[in-house]
């Protein structure tokens, strides 16, 4: 596994104490951490865990009355910051932020009870941008139902369309052909990409490194120009399909990929150039929004946020799919669990799905991109001008859908922000009797007030851009 900080768990200061006088000078970043009065995840002692919770509600209940007040405060599991109470609770002031302010990643409102410029209460109320996707899943076909869920993390859209057809897989015990997993797994590893230099752009945006925004999105269209070409569309694809993949990879999909892999490589140098040793980036970053190994797994915290913290948990390592475990890859953790190393764990992340586009560019194997079994797949376009039986059966497919056994099925992915699962409940037939989504954005949405509680109101924004919620994901 690589460490994108330091291999040891001890404090900074230990660690400056044992440096060797002849070893290279220190980065501006390590200056930075210590000079800081760092905090390293898992020092702190633990709180009581309250399991109450005020759900629905629109206001800030006074903290006596409120049964969610602990989570509100951040204290549930651990309390990361201490500071003294300057005022009166009742002096203390109650803003929102959001729906509509622009750096809520989508429409996130946050209840904040503020003493002065310190957060010291964080209320997230999500169900702003609800669309019953899960439900809208009952009335639709296996067929159909892959341009439904594409839509809900929309930055991921091949993540929620591989979870889907993994799933109705595991349903209809289908296996599909090795080019068709080599190509799913190249596809959402770029799609991890994507995600992430989005997120790049916008956290940079968010905290004043507003050049990132513009190269960010700079690479960005590099990758959905590939999955444009490839699908025919630049996001929701439908193309990932239960069976295999909608259609093979187009003519010269080798040149493109080795292309993007050079340039998207060289843009995230660039980055690296531009924020790892710019002084208001590391202030802005180092020990800002931190949060614990034992708060990721008490809130179900998953992906680059959890592994910034320390948790060295992948699904690609850990229950692998599609065959990605027979690339080489390493996972990065980081160790103070902050914004600083949420920002270099994704950096690296970037590089390592790199990696893996450029193995499979490499190793692909020949066949069909499909399954063969005729329950599932369509038969070919031109059979259906040459045989009535092929038009009569791809009317069948598309009118009637897959016919699925009773059962029931759960899949799960790693995806851009963490594990992303999806449940299935059949009773026999063409359509889903219950699904359900595993959210990682929703896991992250209520993690925040671990974050930010207690922390100054200027790091509010750099904590929620670097939890990096989508909030189609949350919602559904």
């Given at each position: 596994?690589?460490?994108?900080?330091?291999?040891?768990?001890?404090?900074?200061?230990?660690?400056?104490?044992?440096?060797?006088?002849?070893?290279?000078?220190m980065s501006v970043a390590d200056q930075r951490r210590a000079t800081h009065d760092m905090w390293v995840s898992g020092t702190e002692d633990t709180y009581p865990f309250a399991a109450a919770t005020d759900e629905g509600a629109q206001e800030m209940l006074p903290q006596a009355d409120d049964p969610g007040a602990s989570m509100q405060a951040g204290i549930a599991v651990d309390d990361d910051y201490t500071s003294e109470v300057l005022v009166d609770p009742d002096e203390r002031q109650i803003i929102n932020m959001g729906p509509q302010h622009p750096s809520t990643h989508g429409v996130l409102r946050l209840h904040l009870e503020l003493e002065g410029e310190t957060v010291r209460r964080v209320k997230p109320i999500i169900g702003y941008l609800h669309t019953g996707m899960e439900k809208t899943a009952e009335t639709l076909t296996y067929a159909q139902g892959g341009t439904n869920v594409t839509r809900m993390d929309y930055l991921a859209p091949f993540h929620n369309e591989l979870a889907y057809s993994l799933t109705v897989e595991q349903l209809l015990g289908l296996e599909v052909p090795a080019r068709a997993s080599a190509i799913r797994v190249l596809m959402t590893e770029l799609n991890r990409v994507a995600s992430h230099l989005l997120w790049a752009a916008t956290q940079g945006m968010d905290i004043g490194a507003l050049s990132m925004m513009i190269y960010g999105w700079r690479e960005r269209e590099i990758c959905l120009d590939f999955f444009e070409k490839t699908t025919g569309l630049r996001m929701n694809h439908n193309y990932i399909r239960p069976g295999g993949v909608a259609a093979d990879l187009p003519d010269g999909w080798q040149d493109d990929v080795t292309n993007l892999i050079a340039v998207v490589s060289a843009g995230i140098g660039e980055y690296e150039e531009l924020l790892n040793e710019n002084p208001i980036f590391l202030d802005r970053t180092m020990g800002v929004g931190v949060i614990t190994p034992q708060e990721c797994k008490e809130y179900g915290v998953t992906g680059p946020m959890a592994r910034a913290s320390g948790v060295d948990w992948d699904l690609r390592k850990a229950a692998p799919y599609c065959g990605i475990d027979q690339y080489d890859f390493d996972v990065p953790l980081g160790r103070h669990?902050?914004?600083?190393?949420?920002?270099?764990?994704?950096?690296?992340?970037?590089?390592?799905?790199?990696?893996?586009?450029?193995?499979?560019?490499?190793?692909?194997?020949?066949?069909?991109?499909?399954?063969?079994?005729?329950?599932?797949?369509?038969?070919?376009?031109?059979?259906?001008?040459?045989?009535?039986?092929a038009l009569i059966h791809h009317f069948k497919l598309f009118t009637e859908g897959i016919n699925v056994p009773e059962g029931t099925a759960y899949q799960s992915v790693e995806g851009p922000r963490g594990e992303l699962g999806c449940l299935i409940v059949s009773k026999g037939g063409t359509r889903p009797w219950r699904m359900h989504w595993r959210a990682p954005s929703f896991a992250a949405v209520q993690a925040l007030p671990v974050m930010m509680t207690d922390?100054?109101?200027?790091?509010?924004?750099?904590?929620?851009?670097?939890?990096?919620?989508?909030?189609?994901?949350?919602?559904?």
């Open positions: 596994m690589t460490d994108t900080t330091d291999t040891e768990s001890a404090p900074v200061e230990e660690l400056e104490s044992d440096q060797d006088p002849s070893a290279p000078e669990g902050d914004v600083h190393d949420r920002y270099t764990v994704r950096m690296e992340e970037m590089r390592q799905s790199l990696h893996i586009a450029g193995q499979i560019v490499e190793t692909i194997p020949s066949g069909d991109y499909r399954a063969e079994d005729r329950k599932v797949t369509p038969p070919p376009r031109k059979r259906i001008d040459e045989s009535m039986e922390s100054l109101l200027a790091d509010v924004v750099a904590s929620l851009a670097s939890a990096d919620p989508v909030l189609g994901d949350v919602d559904r």
